[in-house]
């Protein structure tokens, strides 16, 4: 008879496998226990705080590795392995972000997807011109200077502004953007606010005013806007170049030389100055200047298309902020002698 072969228990068997499969099982909650624990245990940071950029268009895996080549050390693979886990490795949003010891990996990848990006500021002043604005937006660090070598009118162009010149056009505000944003992607949202602003108070303004159109009205603000940074003479200022308008008179206002003299303008405007033609001389020149001659504030372009009702035709500054107003050309010399001259009436 050949050799009995052994014989193998159905019950060892079983047991063997049992044992196989809660081996497994503990191996596998093992390592489940220790992927959690590192996802959810502070990532260790060469500084305090750390800052870094994920360029629009990168996946997961390519921002792990900005995030570790910034000071995190944090295995790119975790990161990668955990959103693919959450289902969240296509969700990451492009931009700046910044983050401050203790962060997890969790919270991390929870930033990224949220978009939580650190944000930066700019005010734009009213009464600052174009010019004023391109040097405040080539200033500013953490934006993208995408405009720099661009002309106004290329500018304008990528913009869809209707017109070349881009004085005036943009609304006065604090706008808050991710850092690393174009400087471009910001002008063109304090362009809309411009546009929104002045549609809807063209809309509500007053009946039988001298202006062609809205930005007739834009040039006017802007000229009050200069004119005055006081708040209860603005829609008086606005109510004296309205009646001029209306009788055919010069504006005769002092900010439209200035800006027509442009750079060569040194602080100090002379009797030349005003004799000067230029297309933004109102000495010389009858009418609304050509474009504005400054950003406008709210307050300034509601001034312009709500002028006061008054008899006036001149005003002159008194010194304090304030302005007298004067209805004959004499009364008006009178406080030009009194307010400006140091004499008395």
Known sequence: MPPSQPIVCAGSMSKFLRNLFLAALLLLFVLAAAFAWRVLS??????????????PGSGMRGAAREIAAAGVDIDPWLLVALGKLLRVDASIKAGSYQIVAGVTPLELL?????????QAELTFIEGWTFRQI????????????DTAGLSEAEIMRKLGGSTAVAEG???PDTYLFA???SDIDLLARAYRAGQQHLAREWRARANALPYRDAYQALVMASIVEKETGREQDRALIAGVFVN???QGMLLQTDPTVIYGLGENFDGNLRRRDLLADTPYNTYTRAGLPPTPIAMPGLASLQAALHPAPTDALYFVARGDGGSQFSRTLDEHNRAVARYQKGGRP
């Open 42 to 55: 502070p990532v260790a940071m060469q500084r305090q705080s750390v800052e870094f950029t994920i360029a």
């Open 110 to 118: 929870r930033k990224l997807t949220r978009g939580d990006v650190t």
């Open 134 to 145: 391109r040097q405040r937006l080539d200033g500013h660090p953490d934006l993208r200077h």
């Open 169 to 171: 056009l943009f609304f």
């Open 179 to 181: 850092k690393r944003s």
């Open 244 to 246: 001029r308008l209306r």
